[in-house]
Each structure stands twice: as structure tokens, then as C-alpha cells.
T-cell receptor, first 112, second 110 residues
Framework: NAGVTQTPKFQVLKTGQSMTLQCAQDMNHNSMYWYRQDPGMGLRLIYYSASEGTTDKGEVPNGYNVSRLNKREFSLRLESAAPSQTSVYFC???????????FGPGTRLTVT | RKEVEQDPGPFNVPEGATVAFNCTYSNSASQSFFWYRQDCRKEPKLLMSVYSSGNEDGRFTAQLNRASQYISLLIRDSKLSDSATYLCVVSTGGGNKLTFGTGTQLKVEL
């Protein structure tokens, strides 16, 4: 039982490059989330998926797209990376929207 | 006003001390409340849920005051291993997602 897994753990991109962050959970949770965490800003919600087949914008969705591939997997795509997207990205899942969330280990992304 | 506010600290306390953190939230309709712990460069992990009647888990006690819209976390007999950032988390927006505070940093010293 791995919980929530994320790949890659680290990534360096040049401005304008694209990439997809992968997330998978094996807890049969309905809801999944993508956050970014920056110093002094706390966790900010980028996108979430309340259930398979649905996605919604969070607080800071600009520059990102998501795909809920199936109940287990929720990916985050940066189409054209910018230095402002340098951050630590966490994926999380929960049984329901009001329930405790379980986090993956994070992806540390640097855009130069 | 932020939806969830916490004193960022750091709180520097000696081992064995009792320390308390408070958190205020702005949405009176919030229904779920949690404390998470985050170690340096690690993911947040659930410490405990917070119930209306208050709840205790070993050295940790959480309280909820709905009238004043604040949540507290009390840590007794602090250990060096308690050093971390503690995140206050509240359901918002009709309960369809959680909002995280920016965290309170605790440093327990010898």
C-alpha cells in the first residue's frame, strides 16, 4: 500500500518547456488535488477533482491543466513553463471533499 | 482577510514545555477542521482531526471554538521530534475543499 505517489521527485525546466507531473493513489479515494507550496505562501490549490471524470479550478489555476485519467491517477501539465512556476508541487487525495487529505512526497520544480 | 490565519512563529521552547497554537478562520459555515504536521522539505501529514467537543491524542489536544471561530492545538511535554511546522486546515466554500493556513513553526530545544 504505497498511498500517494508522485513522479518525478525533482525537475529542472527551461522557460517555455512543457512537462507533466504524474500522481497516483491506491486508497480508492474519490477526490484528488494538486497544490503548490511557496515560501511564506502556504499550500495553494491549483486544481482538484471531486470524483472521476470531473475537474475544477482552485485558487491558482493559470498556466496549468489537469487530467483525471481514472480513479487512481490525476496528472498536472505545464504547457509553457515560466520562472514563476518554480515551486514544490504536492498531489493529495481524500475519500470526500471534507475529509482528511493524504499527500504524496512532492515534486521540486525549478524553471530557469 | 485570509480564510485561515496562523501565527507563523517560530515558537522556540525547551524540551518538556507545554506550547499552544491558535488558528482563526473566517467562514462561519466551515464544518471540517484538522491539524497537519509538516517536516522540513516533506509532505504535510495529518496530525489530528478537530471535533466540536475537543479531542486528545496522547500529548496533543485540539479544541474548536465555533462562536469565536478559532481552533487550538496544545502540545504537552514537548519532544525534540515535535519540531516541525503545524498547519491549521479548514473546509471552505460550502465544504467542497479544504483551505490550509500558512503554518506555525515549532522548534523544541535541549
Amino acid at each position: 500500500n504505497a498511498g500517494v505517489t508522485q513522479t518525478p521527485k525533482f525537475q529542472v525546466l527551461k522557460t517555455g518547456q512543457s512537462m507533466t507531473l504524474q500522481c497516483a493513489q491506491d486508497m480508492n479515494h474519490n477526490s484528488m488535488y494538486w497544490y503548490r507550496q511557496d515560501p511564506g505562501m502556504g499550500l495553494r490549490l491549483i486544481y482538484y477533482s471531486a470524483s472521476e471524470g470531473t475537474t475544477d479550478k482552485g485558487e491558482v489555476p493559470n498556466g496549468y491543466n489537469v487530467s483525471r485519467l481514472n480513479k487512481r491517477e490525476f496528472s498536472l501539465r505545464l504547457e509553457s513553463a515560466a520562472p514563476s512556476q518554480t515551486s514544490v508541487y504536492f498531489c493529495a487525495s481524500s475519500e470526500g471533499a471534507r475529509d482528511e487529505q493524504y499527500f504524496g512526497p512532492g515534486t521540486r520544480l525549478t524553471v530557469t | 482577510r485570509k480564510e485561515v490565519e496562523q501565527d507563523p512563529g517560530p515558537f522556540n521552547v525547551p524540551e518538556g514545555a507545554t506550547v499552544a497554537f491558535n488558528c482563526t478562520y473566517s467562514n462561519s459555515a466551515s464544518q471540517s477542521f484538522f491539524w497537519y504536521r509538516q517536516d522540513c522539505r516533506k509532505e504535510p501529514k495529518l496530525l489530528m482531526s478537530v471535533y466540536s467537543s475537543g479531542n486528545e491524542d496522547g500529548r496533543f489536544t485540539a479544541q474548536l471554538n465555533r462562536a469565536s471561530q478559532y481552533i487550538s492545538l496544545l502540545i504537552r511535554d514537548s519532544k525534540l521530534s515535535d519540531s516541525a511546522t503545524y498547519l491549521c486546515v479548514v473546509s471552505t466554500g460550502g465544504g467542497n475543499k479544504l483551505t490550509f493556513g500558512t503554518g506555525t513553526q515549532l522548534k523544541v530545544e535541549l
